[in-house]
Structures are given as C-alpha cells and as structure tokens.
C-alpha cells in the first residue's frame, strides 16, 4: 500500500510552536488529529494515544493565526486547504466565535481494497459501515480511482463537504479520472444526487455520510434507476443501520407484520414479528474495523431477513495477513462475534497462487497413489461414523406449546435434545393432542420424513416433562439396532468418494438443510467433490489448513 498525507501543507497553518513540535515527532506519519481548543494545550491524537504538543496553553491569537490561512467555513463547519484531503472542524460559541478547532489528516491510500477488488467487479451497490475515522473515505476515495482508471466507468462523486475530493475547484489527485460535483449546503445534498443522475450520466454515484432521510430516499432513487451506488453511513455492524430510523430504508426497513394461527405455530413465534418493509437500497455491506481488517454481508437482504429473525447471518471477514508479502485471508461465520475457522477462498487462491507455485514440493505419481489409496479408507470410515452420529441426536420441534418452556425443561433436566425451529430439521415433534389430530398435512410430512410425533394432552410442565423423558427412552430403544444394522449396511456397501458425497448433499444438505464438513482428503479428490457441490449449485468453502484442509457445505 502506497501512502500519501501532505502533511507539510497543514503544519503550514498551525502556530509555530506546534508546527515544530509535530516535525519532531517520531510517529507524525501515524497522526489521526490535531485538536486547538481555547484555554487548553493543544493536543495530537494518534491511533492508539493522545500527546501533549505543548505546555502553553491554546489563545485567541493562534485560532486567529489557523483560520486565516485556510478557506472559508460552510454551513456545516467545515473548511480545508486547497489541492489537500485535510478537514478542518470548527467549534463555536453561542454568539458564533470559534473556540476550537479539529484538524483532521486526510491520507490517500493507494492500494487499501485490493482485498476487496473482486466485489468491485461483480457491478453491485455496496454501503461501507463503520465508526468515525475509522478510514470510511480513504476506502471511497480509492473506490472512486479504481472504478474510474481502471475498469473505465463514468464515475460521479456527490462532495459534500470537499472532504472526498479536497478543498477547491481542482480535486485531488487520488480520485483518479472520477467527476466530482460539490454541495453548496449539506442539506441540499440529496437534491444534487437525482440532479447528478439527470444531467451527467453516471455509472456510478459515490456519496458519503448517508445520514437523513431524504438522503435515504434519493439514494433508494438512484439504485432503482440502475446506477450502482457506493455509499458510507455511521454505525458499527448492519443492525446498527437496521435500527437506526433516518438509515433504516438503507438496508430494506422494518415493519410488524401479523402472521395466521398455523403459521405462527409452525415457526414456534408470536402472532406479531418484525420482517423487511422492502428490497435494500445496497447489494453488499462492508463494516469496517480498521484499515486493514473488513466484513463483509454478500447478501444484504439475506442478512437484514436473519437478524430480523434474532438469528446471526453468514459473515465474511477479510484481512491483511503480514509476511513477506501482504496478502487476504478471509474467514466465515455465522457467530456475534465474528471468530469463526479459517476458509481459503478463490480470492485468497489467485493472490497466493505465485507463492504456492513456488513453494510446493513436487512428488512422484507412486507417492500420490499411495496416499489416495490411504485417504479413500480412511474417508468411508470416517463419514460412515458421521452419518451415523447425526442420525443419533434427538432434533426436536415445537408444534403448538411455547418454544421457550420446552427449551428451559430440557436445560434444566439437561437431556441430550436439539430444540429446532425449523420443522425440516426435526427427527421428533412434540404438540398438542387437539392440535395435531386435525392436522392431515403434518401427519403426512412426518410419515414421509420418518419423523416421529409425540402428543400431549396439556401444556403443564408436568405433562411436558414426562414426553420429554419419553422420547429419550424411546431414542434408547431404538438406537443400537438402527446403529448395528447402518453399520453392516455402510460396511458390506463399498461407498467410493463420489458416492460418498452424493448421499450427503442429497439426504442430509438439500433433504435437511443440514451444513456438513467433509473429511480432510487429498487435492484430487477435493477437486472432484468441488464439481460435484457446484453440480447441485450449492456453497462451499475450504476450512483448516495443510493435511487438515476440508471442505465445508452450505444449504442455500
């Protein structure tokens, strides 16, 4: 990554004394803000501290000194030095006198979303995320250069406060071949998006701080009008945005929607949930956690639906990893908090194939034979105990009684069953007698799923309890002569791995909506696997590393 700050130009109008101190500076390069507040020392923020620049104290005459030598303030307090990405901030008293000052450094950086070149190409509308100053517009600002030099779009920038472009009628160099049009007032910057769109003919429109609901609203305009859409907005993760009113429309809205009596027992949920009002405004969604870190949602619309849900969506994380060469490295999962296992995926793949190449020892056909023979043995044992494994737990779902009851009893009791809420995933149901008798369709999706229905009379704790109890002991029964006679069926059959991969995908993953792991196997075989899950169009992804690689299937 090549950076670029001009930090010269702004000591330039900072006191003297200040102006030195900063020079002296052994970590100047790292410099976040210089903060001016009247009566106090000024200070330097930097990314993980704050320094003291001097023992005097900020007065009247040194704001005086700065403001003469930048450009004029806007409406929304802003100003900046011409042919720079340096913001200044104003802070003003009742009677309108600046008190204080926020001297953001602006930094083009050149190279910082090469990990994310490949979602560029897909042509989608993508909102970035992230906390103030977390580098939200040095993303755009390269965006912009890469949409414009390189793949040769007609590219429009709404600037609202010139902090994209800088300060001037000359934008700064780091935008590349990009437009930029400038907002007289920030409460006129929605009108200058549909008037971009109008008169100027762009293929992409790139806007910062989405922050009002008109701003919202034109932004749903622009992306209804096929005009891809770059965009930043304040807030964390995407159920900020979700929450947030002005910023909601962003990602699809919210509103209540009333379900019927047997839908909302079959989802085990109130009669009154939360569901997206309408399509998102953006395709993708891009939180930013430090410059060097991204999560990504591939599908905006899919995760809005899940979090909707109270449950979390699939998250992609890249980073830089550092080693001889800065590379991506990407990892997926579906947990708060953003730790899951490692996947290479084909981005990781085509920025580490040169390496790869060079590093990789070559080995003789005998030794690969031999180690295929050894994989294909030890692959049917291990997926045979797997398919066997997962047949033995107990998933259970609720039909007609409270969710939450019957997950607290098993808790409480602690018995080894899966409550779910999806009735596709259940090997049990457990309901009321009333309800399921008059039922035909549940009867007949149980008996053609050799699912097995548990009925009670009441929803006392007392009668749930002792169904609870029935099931394990009917589970007990039952499970060694299954298990016996699977395991002579598995052995006596030689399940080759094509094969082998067949009876996944088509019984556990579309049948069940199950996710599985496949066991770690050689690359030709792994090769092989990947066409065929391609061939039922589902998702997979790699997952460990070295001889521990595997290949991880996802339901769509």
């Known amino acids: 990554m090549l950076l670029t700050n001009d930090l010269g130009k702004l000591l330039t109008v900072l006191p003297i004394d200040i102006k030195n101190s900063l020079e002296k500076h052994p970590n100047k390069n790292e410099l976040v803000e210089i903060v001016l507040d009247i009566g106090r020392r000024p200070e330097a923020r930097f990314f993980d501290k704050t320094v003291y620049l001097s023992y005097r104290t900020i007065g009247w005459q040194d704001l005086d000194f700065t403001i003469k030598k930048i450009g004029k303030f806007s409406n929304d307090n802003r100003a900046g030095i011409e042919k720079t990405l340096h913001r200044i901030s104003a802070i003003k008293n009742r009677t309108g006198n600046i008190i204080g000052l926020t001297c953001r450094i602006g930094r083009a950086v050149f190279g910082n979303i090469n990990m994310i070149r490949d979602i560029l190409d897909q042509h989608k509308s993508i909102l970035i995320l992230g906390k103030p100053g977390v580098g ?17 779009k007609r590219v429009v920038i709404i600037d609202t406060s010139n902090e994209i472009a800088g300060d001037g009628d000359l934008p700064h160099p780091s935008i590349g071949k990009a437009r930029r049009m400038q907002v007289s007032r920030t409460e006129d910057q929605h009108q200058t998006m549909i008037e971009a769109v109008e ?9 910062d701080e989405i922050g009002t609901v008109l701003e919202a609203d034109a932004a749903r305009t622009v992306a209804q009008r096929g005009i891809q859409l770059i965009g930043t907005t304040h807030g964390n993760t995407l159920a900020n945005v979700l929450k947030n009113p002005t910023t909601t429309d962003l990602v699809g809205g919210i509103q209540y929607v009333t ?11 109130p009669k009154s949930v939360l569901e997206r009002k309408a399509s998102a405004t953006f395709d993708i969604a891009l939180e930013v956690q430090d410059s060097k870190t991204f999560i990504i949602h591939q599908n905006v619309e899919q995760s809005v639906d899940l979090l909707l849900q109270n449950k979390f969506p699939l998250l992609e994380t890249r980073f830089f990893r550092p080693s001889d060469n800065y590379y991506v490295q990407s990892d997926f999962t579906n947990q708060p908090n953003y730790v899951g296992d490692r996947y290479s995926t084909a981005v990781t793949k085509a920025l580490l194939k040169k390496s790869e190449t060079k590093t990789r020892t070559k080995k ?24 066997l494994a ?5 998933s259970l779902y609720s039909y007609g009684i409270n969710s939450e009851i019957v997950r607290s009893l098993i808790k409480t009791l602690g018995l080894p069953i899966t409550l779910v809420t999806e009735i596709e995933l259940a090997n049990t149901i457990l309901g009321l007698t009333n309800v399921i008798k008059n039922n035909k369709n549940l009867k007949q999706f149980a008996q053609n799923n050799k699912i097995q229905i548990h009925a009670i009379n009441t929803t006392s704790l007392v009668q749930i309890k002792k169904a609870l109890t029935r099931i394990i002991q009917h589970d007990k029964k039952k499970k060694f002569d299954y298990f016996a006679q699977a395991k002579n069926t598995l052995i006596r059959k030689y399940i080759t791995p094509i094969e082998e991969i067949h009876l996944l995908i088509e019984n556990y993953v579309i049948l069940k909506g199950m996710a599985l792991e496949l066991n770690s196997s050689v690359p030709e075989i792994q090769k092989l696997q990947q066409e065929i899950i391609q061939h039922y169009g589902l998702r997979s992804f790699f997952v460990g590393e070295n001889q521990n690689k595997r290949i991880r299937i996802y339901p769509n």
């Open 259 to 269: 379900l019927g009596d047997e839908e909302s027992k079959r989802r085990g949920s």
């Open 390 to 394: 997962n047949r033995q737990s107990i």
């Open 364 to 387: 003789s056909k005998k030794e690969k034979k031999l180690k295929i023979s050894s994989k294909l043995t030890e692959m049917r044992m291990k997926t045979s105990q797997k398919i």
């Open 136 to 152: 939200k517009t040095t993303i755009i600002r390269e965006i912009a250069r890469i949409l414009a030099d390189i793949q040769q």
């Open 199 to 207: 008169n100027h003919m762009p293929e992409v429109i790139i806007i």
